[in-house]
């Protein structure tokens, strides 16, 4: 069973940044591939950004790209989404996500692509 637990939401003017962390336990952290995804009032969940076991492989939403990196620290068992010249319509609740791999494959970007999910941390960027 793996657990995961966002921090670093809060509340943002629109230009600004902030950094997400994703702590995971309760497996081995380098055999996992994980997600980021967020979910605004009266919407869908979508995917934002994922980070493969090895690092190799970080795709991103277009609506992101060229704002929004991802990284992972092993010895921490963190994954960080760093955002940038952030948007009001980047507000929502962001979610990490995280799968077991065994083989290195590429990070997916459907939510059904994972089996383990964090409880949100909320962002909101003020116009």
């Known amino acids: 069973q793996v657990q995961l637990v966002e921090s670093g939401g809060g509340l943002v003017q629109a230009g600004g940044s902030l950094r997400l962390s994703c702590a995971a336990s309760g497996y081995t952290f380098s055999r996992l591939n994980v997600g980021w995804f967020r979910q605004a009032p009266g919407q869908e969940r979508e995917f934002v950004a994922a980070i493969s076991r090895s690092g190799a492989d970080t795709p991103f939403a277009d609506s992101v790209k060229g704002r929004f990196t991802i990284s992972r620290d092993n010895a921490k068992k963190t994954v960080y989404l760093h955002m940038s010249s952030l948007k009001p319509e980047d507000t929502a609740v962001y979610y990490c996500?995280?799968?077991?791999?065994?083989?290195?494959?590429?990070?997916?970007?459907?939510?059904?692509?994972?089996?383990?999910w964090g409880q949100g941390t909320q962002v909101t960027v003020s116009s």
């Open positions: 996500a995280a799968r077991n791999v065994i083989l290195t494959v590429p990070a997916g970007v459907q939510a059904g692509s994972y089996d383990y």
